[in-house]
């Protein structure tokens, strides 16, 4: 992997692998692909092929993941144990950000974030949160999974010092949410209206800190779920046998999954147009950040 100063958007493949039905995987990528490139920056999807972590999978490569079967979805913890044993691995928020990062990528879209998981599986706190604090990487989402514990994985990025923008928002987005329904969750840290503006924030503070940004864009206004209905969604999907036997690491796909099925399909289709939204926003700041790189960590 080698470092570049191009205007380039890392996109991770366990969306495409564990989040959306394989069929639709192939036009969501290039329907991705072709909305980062219609903003000035070319997209980098992240992924493990056959033991080597690869940060702008081609479309063959795409195509040899998603003709494979079951593919492991891969965290900073299996991340190496996978390049080992030459495995294919979908690539989540944490492995996204490790590969980027390293290959010069300083800017990744995705839909929501991990975080801290609700009672009584409170402990279980994802390694992305982490990866913000280790990884110089603007990770450009819709907040975090409106599954968690939304409150608590607000405050745990405040104690680990993660910088919380919102774009054109005061709120914490909810992901299929605008704004998190829950009580005491707090606001951004700060709000950008103008991707150029955002740019020179995140520049610097990429370079200052060598660590991650969190960029918040909520899910567009048009396509956000009813409160209710989703509510109604979720309690009935927590309640399903197949979730509730679901592994640790299975646990999230088989909720999105039934969540799905319970929605008609809603939930779905709200995931992609969130993950479209940011991956315009992402590339934008690319864009920007690439326009001005040329003038120094304190330039405008």
């Known amino acids: 992997m080698t470092t570049s100063a191009r205007a380039r958007v890392a996109l991770e493949t366990t969306l495409l692998l564990h989040g959306v039905p ?27 092929l056959s033991g080597r972590p690869i940060v702008g999978l081609g479309d063959q490569q795409l195509d040899a993941l998603l003709n494979a079967g079951r593919v492991q979805k891969v965290n900073t913890a299996n991340l190496g144990v996978i390049m080992s044993r030459a495995e294919h691995g979908a690539t989540t928020v944490s492995t996204t950000m490790e590969l980027a990062a390293g290959a010069g990528v300083s800017v990744f879209a995705t839909g929501g974030i991990g975080g801290v998981h609700r009672p009584p599986a409170q402990n279980d706190i994802s390694a992305d949160l982490i990866a913000l604090t280790r990884f110089p990487v603007a990770v450009v989402c819709s907040g975090c999974k409106s599954i968690l514990d939304i409150a608590a994985t607000r405050e745990l990025l405040e104690t680990l010092g993660v910088p919380v923008i919102g774009y054109q928002t005061d709120a914490f987005p909810a992901f299929y949410l605008r704004e998190a329904p829950d009580p005491g969750v707090g606001p951004v840290d700060a709000r950008f209206d103008e991707p150029s503006e955002m740019a020179r924030f995140v520049r610097r503070e990429l370079a200052r800190t060598n660590r991650g940004v969190l960029i918040c864009n909520p899910i567009p206004v048009e ?31 088989a909720l999105l999954g039934m969540l799905h099925e319970l929605s008609g399909g809603a939930t779905l289709a709200a995931n992609i147009e969130l993950v479209v939204s940011n991956a315009t926003l992402a590339a934008q700041l690319a864009a920007a950040i690439a326009q001005h790189s040329g003038n120094g960590p304190g330039g405008s």
């Open 22 to 48: 394989r069929p639709s995987a192939r036009d969501l990528a290039h329907r991705l692909a072709t909305v980062v490139r219609a903003q000035g920056a070319e997209p980098a999807l992240v992924g493990v």
């Open 223 to 253: 396509h956000e779920l009813n409160l209710a209905d989703w509510r109604r969604w979720l309690s009935q999907a927590e309640q399903s046998p197949r979730v509730q036997q679901a592994g640790a690491r299975d646990a999230t796909p």
